[in-house]
């Protein structure tokens, strides 16, 4: 599914301008360091006096905004290069900044028609999203509610204004960028947050942030620039709010949102902070089940079958306009006569570190020595690193074999110097059996329209089907199970194999009977339920 694809690892890309010590025979008596923090501390006093406070926004009491967005989807399209799709979103949010209350409905579809319609809550004490779909609700655990506020402030047209303060509680920190950041007409400081550098430009003449320009490592390509850029600013109260928010990735569109009836408010609409733990009324759907999401990865293992195991983990990050995390994941685990196989390395090389050391735990003298996986997008391929280091065999379809390769020879902040790896690498078509005496696997390439090569993992001993992003994509039965074609075209690829399918087990966390494929194909598709914030169409 849809998924930011990088995490945050600030590091200023023009750090590498930063000031350094005093030209030769300077006679000022004032250090270099002093002269950057005086002039980039007037750069940012000045746009503090031109956009407003965090005191100020407060006053402000409520804004209701629609929303209008879309997003570049790196590692969502047809294929693991370019060119990439893009895919749009829109919804309504209602921001309490007097009560420190935030809520959000929106809706979007993932490529092949996958859809998806939440609503989204975060407060100063809790914070949870209710798939309007099918009445899953996601608690976000207490260790990531502040992950879940920080992309509320990522995304609010009000990001300007808590960039400028997060820099003015970091004042010691300012520095001038000689040279500026490189955008014409502007000048530059950067500041350090908790460790992290980030880089303000500031228009001259109107003395409004413009841009917040830093590095970020992402799993594929390592070090990368990143650029918030903040446009079309409006006067709302005693502030000024940015009216479109847009993210420029390696120079390219990454997303771009746009706030077209930002205003203010008299009072909060009713019915928009529901409980903490929503209960069924007429405005929601029955809720089938709850799920902790967020926070530090949880790994659990279940025992879906004699030597087939699941690794289940909850989603530590949002997706694009998302607040709160809204998926679970599964690897699948096989374990073979001599070593383990497994399916899917979902996120980063630190998810599946813990990973590793929970299957360690499990399988001490057998290491996992075959990896594959159900497709190329980031959230189930971007942990694939650490058993590039540690010899695994990647078998895989065609596509996956030079962005494995690309991955091997990128350096990351974290590495210890080592050479560039080279990866292990089988590839197939159509389909690849690995045998074995007690679980043999055989992976088939089914094709779709949510990627061109996406695979299933079939085990005809012990009836178990294994598929990501084609079936139960929330981590319980009733999200939204034959509402979608991907699901249907996996039910009728397993009528058209013979398979007597036991059980399916979901990337996304669902592990269901068999007999839901069946259903699948009778279920008809149904409107999005639930939705106390009208959710407007993109104008």
């Known amino acids: 599914m849809q998924s930011p694809l990088y995490r945050y690892w600030w590091v200023s890309a023009a750090a590498l301008l930063l000031l350094g010590p005093p030209p030769a025979g300077a006679q000022s008596a004032r250090s270099g360091t002093e002269r950057g923090y005086l002039a980039g501390r007037r750069l940012l006093d000045a746009a503090i006096r031109a956009t407003g406070d965090s005191a100020a926004l407060a006053q402000l009491g409520t804004l209701a905004t629609s929303f209008c ?11 693991p290069d370019a060119p990439y799709d893009t895919i749009s979103a829109v919804g309504q ?5 007097a009560r420190h209350r935030y809520a959000q409905d929106w809706s979007t579809e993932f490529r092949g028609g996958i859809p998806l319609a939440l609503h989204e809550t975060v407060t100063d004490s809790a914070a949870y999203s209710t798939d309007l779909r099918g009445g899953v609700v996601f608690l976000v655990a207490p260790s990531g509610l502040s992950a879940s506020q920080r992309r509320v402030e ?61 590095l970020v490592d992402n799993w594929e390509v390592g070090l990368a620039p990143l650029r918030f850029q903040f446009r079309d600013y409006r006067r709302v109260g005693s502030v000024r709010l940015a009216g479109r928010v847009t993210t420029w990735f390696r120079g390219g569109l990454l997303t771009d949102v746009t706030f077209p009836d930002l205003v203010r408010t008299g009072t909060t609409p009713a019915n928009v902070f529901p409980p903490a733990v929503p209960t069924p009324d007429s405005r929601l759907p029955t809720l089938t089940d709850t799920i902790t999401v967020g926070g530090q990865p949880s790994i659990t293992i279940d025992t879906v079958a004699p030597h087939v195991v699941a690794v289940r983990y909850g989603q530590t990050a949002g997706p694009n306009f998302g607040y709160n995390p809204p998926f679970a994941y599964v690897q699948l685990l096989v374990e073979l006569k001599d070593r383990l196989l497994l399916v899917d390395t979902p996120w980063y090389p630190s998810v599946q570190q813990s990973a590793i050391a929970t299957m360690r735990t499990l399988f001490p003298s057998k290491p996992v020595g075959v990896v594959s996986f159900t497709h190329y997008h980031s959230d189930h391929l971007g942990g694939l690193r650490p058993y590039i280091e540690a010899g695994a065999t990647f078998v895989t379809t065609p596509g996956n074999r030079r962005l494995i390769a690309r991955v091997a020879r990128t350096a990351h902040p974290s590495d210890a110097h080592q050479p560039a790896l080279v990866p292990k690498i089988e590839t197939f078509t159509g389909s690849r059996t690995i045998d074995d005496p007690a679980a043999p696997v055989e992976l088939h390439e089914i094709g779709g329209a949510h990627a061109d090569e996406m695979v299933v993992a079939w085990l005809p001993r012990q009836q178990v089907l294994f598929t990501a992003d084609l079936f139960g994509i929330f981590p319980a039965r009733g999200g939204p199970g034959g509402l979608y074609e991907e699901e249907r075209s996996l039910a009728r ?18 592990i269901s009977d068999g007999a839901e494929l069946e259903r699948a194909l009778e279920s008809a598709p149904a409107a999005t339920v639930g939705s106390r914030v009208p959710v407007p169409a993109c104008r």
């Open 69 to 79: 967005a879309r997003a570049v989807e790196i590692g969502q399209s047809a294929a």
């Open 93 to 97: 949010r209602i921001y309490d900044l």
């Open 154 to 214: 990522d995304n609010a047209p009000y990001a300007p204004l808590i960039l400028l303060d997060r820099a003015r509680r970091n004042a010691a920190t300012l520095r001038l960028v000689r040279g500026g950041s490189g955008i014409p007409g502007t000048d530059a400081a950067l500041f350090s947050d908790r460790g992290f550098l980030l880089t303000l430009s500031f228009d001259r003449s109107t003395h409004l942030l413009v841009s917040a320009d830093a």
């Open 493 to 510: 690829y397993v009528r058209e194999q013979g398979w007597k399918v036991q059980k399916v087990v979901s990337g996304h966390g669902a």
